[in-house]
């Protein structure tokens, strides 16, 4: 069988999306032949029986331009794949729609947010298939929707091979883009909590702003930082590539998710795999977590309320702090690993 893919960028030196060059290099292993249209494309490495067609954003072209090439490569390619797998853009489904209908592929969707839109419920009756990590991720109900997990690359994420140094100052990190459904300042309100009770840590958050919206919050949140005094706590260190990230979180105590985005974020379970414990306000965690709900989740936007979970987290033993990173990890390997979600994504489509 033979896969074409869609998907917004191909670069594994991206931040946020250069995961996704492990899903590629996956499917590639169980497939004949995977094209891959994009978006964007930077810098890859992948098997020969991949091909890499971007619609130019990295040359500058316009909208026009993304259309007139989507076209040319849908139809152009169609002798080269059976399905089509689009992942996170409900767009393209509705974008090709007519040709795969007429040609016959099976059309699938990725998509894992909490937000339902127009598009979606609209993307939903066309696709064949809709994958999501949870249900929380597709809150549709669809008999299309298969659960299938998320895809952690649990060999690249694992936990650090030595202990980290001793010292008495801890490390508390967060991960992703800096946008405003990531709430920050929950975290800043919730430092001052802890600066209080001159607890001694630091705070180092990975990622960059994206939009004009971002880079506004962005400020803003310095500023807020600033007008607290607490410029020697917080960190804004930059987008680390996914490829990157494992040393940033294995150097770390605690990861911190204050996000509102409702799906199952990808770089909480990364934290997990890494054997980090954790926060986070995410309902979508809360099935993932199991007996250590309670524990590691806060309602969203209560500082004071994760500034005592993260009080409670930094004086635990080391005996409790390893049994519940080990069974976090393992929640991951088993639940959330990379290839048998690629696995069941596969058997579906040849289904």
């Not at 767009?91 to 998509?111: A, C, D, F, M, N």
């Not at 979606?120 to 298969?146: C, M, P, Q, W």
């Not at 405003?180 to 209080?196: G, M, N, Q, R």
Request: proline share 3%.
């Amino acid at each position: 069988m033979k896969l074409l893919i869609v998907t917004q960028k191909v670069d594994e030196n991206d931040d946020v999306l250069g995961f996704f060059i492990g899903w590629i290099r996956e499917f590639a292993k169980r497939f004949e032949k995977v094209t891959v249209i994009c978006l964007k494309a930077g810098q890859y490495h992948l098997p020969s029986n991949v091909k890499v067609l971007s619609l130019g954003k990295e040359r500058g072209l316009g909208k026009i331009s993304y259309l007139f090439n989507f076209y040319k490569y849908v139809i152009g390619e169609r002798k080269n794949y059976d399905a089509a797998f689009v992942h996170m853009n409900p767009k393209y489904v509705l974008l090709g729609w007519p040709i795969w209908k007429i040609l016959g592929k099976t059309i699938s969707l990725w998509y894992a947010h909490g937000h339902v839109t127009p598009m979606l419920r609209i993307v939903d009756r066309l696709a064949d298939i809709a994958f999501a990590s949870t249900k929380e991720g597709y809150r549709l109900n669809s008999a299309k929707l298969k659960i299938v997990g998320q895809g952690i690359d649990t060999e690249l994420f694992k936990p650090r091979m030595s202990n980290k140094g001793s010292g008495d100052e801890l490390l508390i990190v967060s991960a992703g883009r800096i946008t405003p459904s990531k709430d920050y300042e929950t975290l800043i309100k919730a430092t001052e909590v802890l600066k209080k009770d001159n607890a001694n840590f630091q705070i180092a958050i990975a990622g960059q702003p994206a939009t004009e919206k971002d880079f506004l919050y962005f400020e803003e949140l310095k500023q807020m930082i600033k007008e607290k005094k607490m410029e020697s706590t917080f960190w804004f260190i930059g987008p680390i590539a996914n490829k990157n990230l494992p040393p940033f979180l294995q150097s770390a105590d605690l990861f911190v998710n204050m996000g509102h985005t409702g799906s199952l974020d990808k770089a909480v379970l990364e934290a997990m795999a890494c054997g980090l414990l954790l926060l986070t306000c995410n309902e979508a965690f809360g099935d993932v977590l199991g007996s250590y709900r309670d524990q590691l989740m806060y309602p969203k936007k209560d500082f004071q309320m994760l500034a005592g979970k993260i009080k409670y987290l930094i004086h635990l033993s080391e005996e409790e702090r390893e049994k519940i990173t080990r069974d976090l990890r393992e929640t991951v390997v088993y639940h959330h690993n990379l290839k048998g979600l690629i696995t069941k994504i596969t058997s579906i489509l040849n289904g």
